[in-house]
């Protein structure tokens, strides 16, 4: 059995047409059809049934697609690791789906250390995440599914606090039930993102719907409007670094109990490649100790 083999082998199951698949894989037509007859006596089964001049991937083919699929997989994980061993610049695609205002003095602590690894981050929505196949990492603060997954990190927990000016007749509350706050002017973030699915459950649970006066697409805007005091935000406690503003006051939300938890992601069926795993392991050390 040979690797072009099931390569080709790959092609067909995907269209179930001989022909096209021989036009996509520039060979000819009884070439190809020899092959897959060939495959099928080294593997003494079936691959399809053969339905008129159709063919049909039946069980036995799925069941070979699916260990063909990891083989070509595996492949690309030993490319990368052995490319990035050779290469003196290698590059760490980071997919946010939150922010992290910190993470900027991450990247040049790391930098410092491992100043032949390059980053390339991009923020969700743009252009550069329509495919996210070639993404290593993603930052999100969206809640785990179920189970504690095994293709991620808890990275930093905080609390969602109250953001307001300092001329804000709320600033100088110790502390405050979100349900106070209900006839508020409140400042989001664009619909869409997870601290606005955040923001709404929390205000959902405290029993009112908010008026959202101000929306905007950045947390620096975010904090400029909340310093102008157009209204009130619920934001992280730290991530976003709003603690270092000293126009800004944030009362901590007594009830109900409002988290945000930081994930760490990657693919479950990919191979961390050693500068991932170098910046897997220096993430979460930064983390622990400087936040």
Known sequence: ?????????????????????SIQLRIAQPALSKTIRKLEEELGVLLFDRVK??????ENGKIVYQYVCRIEQAMRDMRKVCADVQDLHIQISVLFETTLGFFPRLIQSFHQQYPHIYFNLCMAGSRATSDNSSVDFVLTASPMLGKEEENAVIIM???????????????????????????KHFITLSEGTQLY??????????????????SCNDYLTMEALIE??????????????????????????????????IRLCWK????????????????????????
Request: glycine share 2%.
């Open 157 to 183: 927990e905080e609390a969602l606090v109250l953001a307001v000016s300092k001329n804000h007749h709320l600033s100088k509350r110790p502390h405050i039930a979100l349900k106070e706050a209900a006839r």
């Open 268 to 291: 479950n069926d990919t191979l961390l490649s050693p500068a991932c795993r170098l910046f897997q392991e220096y993430i979460i050390h930064y983390c622990s100790e400087n936040l």
């Open 228 to 261: 102008s005091n157009f209204g009130a935000a619920m934001v992280p406690e730290q991530s976003w670094g709003y603690q270092n503003n000293p126009n800004l006051n944030l009362i901590p939300i007594s009830e109900p109990n409002c988290r945000n938890t």
């Open 53 to 58: 001049k159709s063919i049909v991937l039946n």
């Open 197 to 214: 699915q955040s923001f709404l459950s929390y205000c959902q649970a405290a029993g009112f719907q908010p008026n959202i006066y101000l």
């Open 1 to 21: 059995m040979e690797w072009s083999q099931l390569i080709q082998f790959k092609k067909v199951a995907e269209l179930e047409h001989i022909t096209q698949a």
